[in-house]
């Protein structure tokens, strides 16, 4: 029953969400400045991982390939698969569904303890429209670029760890790459991570905006926030899956 509630005020808080901001000007700031915290601050890391990540794959796959009969191009392919189809979308989301989840949960609960909320909502503000909408439009429109990053630099990082071990050619890795290549992966990918941005927007603002309590209520909230929105994208990338790929 507290499962529906929660839900019910979900959609509820989606409502108020989704309604035409107040003053252009401030609200277009407010979308860029969220871009720089939840997109661009988060570009680093995603970088650092994807490369290793990369690397750690196509060398893994190298030394279980160890049959001389099956082709080495076989490395390529399966490093290029492996991000595209899960890496990029899937595990790099939920990464940033930690960082900027809680970051998003922690901002907008310490403004409800602190009643800042409360006060744009006397001055006739729709405070739900004006803290989350602009965080939706920044994760929305930029974590399809992040995606496409990861993936480029998973590749890269394959191929620089083939050339560093010397346990397959380079030629042989592009060869890889090149074969059964099928750009609608890389759509399905994109599609997810769209999926998946609207999630760590919107469900961590939930919880960061009907908290209740002080500071430590909110560093649940913001470890709660976390844990569900992983959840969420989780089962939401078992559906999309099926949907898209069956």
């Known amino acids: 029953m507290n499962y529906l509630k929660s839900i019910g005020a979900y959609v509820i808080m989606l409502k108020s969400v989704f309604k035409r901001p107040q003053k252009g000007k401030i609200f277009w700031e407010a979308v860029f400045r969220e871009i720089d915290d939840l997109g661009v601050k988060s570009v680093g890391i995603v970088a650092f991982i994807s490369f290793f990540i990369g690397g750690v794959v196509a060398i893994q796959t190298a030394l279980n ?11 390529g392919f399966a490093t290029k698969r492996s991000m595209i189809l899960e890496f990029s979308s899937t595990f790099i989301m939920v990464i940033l569904a930690g960082k900027v989840g809680s970051y998003i949960t922690s901002s907008i609960g310490t ?5 800042q909320i409360d006060a ?4 006739g503000i729709n405070s739900l429209n004006y803290l989350v909408l602009p965080k939706i439009l920044a994760t929305v429109f930029f974590y399809p670029f992040i995606v496409l990053l990861a993936m480029f630099l998973g590749i890269f990082g394959g191929w620089i760890a083939g050339i560093a071990t010397g346990l397959f050619k380079p030629e042989d890795y592009i060869a890889g790459i090149q074969l059964d290549f099928q750009p609608y992966l890389i759509s399905y990918s994109l599609i997810k991570s769209i999926v998946f941005a609207f999630l760590i927007a919107t469900i ?6 009907f908290v209740k309590g002080g500071s430590l209520e909110v560093g649940r909230a913001s470890t709660k926030a976390v844990v569900w929105t992983i959840v969420v994208i989780i089962f939401s990338n078992y559906f999309l899956t099926q949907m898209l790929l069956s």
Do not use: A
């Open 204 to 209: 961590p603002s939930y919880f960061g905006y």
């Open 65 to 75: 390939l160890e049959d001389p009969i099956i082709p080495k191009d076989l490395i």
């Open 120 to 123: 744009l909502e006397v001055m």
């Open 111 to 115: 403004m409800r303890v602190t009643e």
